[in-house]
């Protein structure tokens, strides 16, 4: 059975690996970019089950890849999570997210989001592991 596919878009290195770690423990096979412009190129050629996007990158915003992505048909069912240090300036992009995440993130605060879109143990799980965004 494949693992699926976790997208960090992340620029600081740092917390791109931390979330990377955690999300490997939930079973996802994990990427890492730290651009929006490799974002970008890395989502025409992949389909990611999940996207950790940061809002702030250095040459993109989380906006503006949020909107591709939810513009995409072909990322239909990718959960978007939103993760942030301003999370008043999120508000009209948590409609678009799956879930907002403010950071600083306590540890257990990213493997939840990761078992609840992908469950390790499907067996006891009473969540849908593939839900429809929003």
Known sequence: MTRPLALIIEDNKEVAEVFGTILEM???????????????????????ALVILDMYLPDATGEELLLKIRQDTRLAKTRV????????????????????????????????????????????????????PN
């Not at 990427?31 to 990611?48: D, F, H, M, Q």
């Not at 992908?118 to 429809?132: A, G, Q, V």
Request: glycine content about 2%; some cysteine; aromatic content about 8%.
């Open 26 to 48: 939930e079973a996802y096979e994990v990427e890492i970019v730290r651009s929006g412009e490799t974002a970008v190129k890395y989502l025409t050629e992949n389909i990611p």
């Open 81 to 132: 999570v939103i993760v942030t240090a301003f999370p008043q300036t999120t508000r009209f992009m948590a409609a678009k997210a799956d879930t907002v995440l403010c950071k600083p993130l306590r540890l257990e605060q990213m493997r939840h989001i990761a078992s609840r879109f992908y469950p390790t143990n499907r067996e006891n799980s009473t969540e849908d592991i593939l839900l429809s």
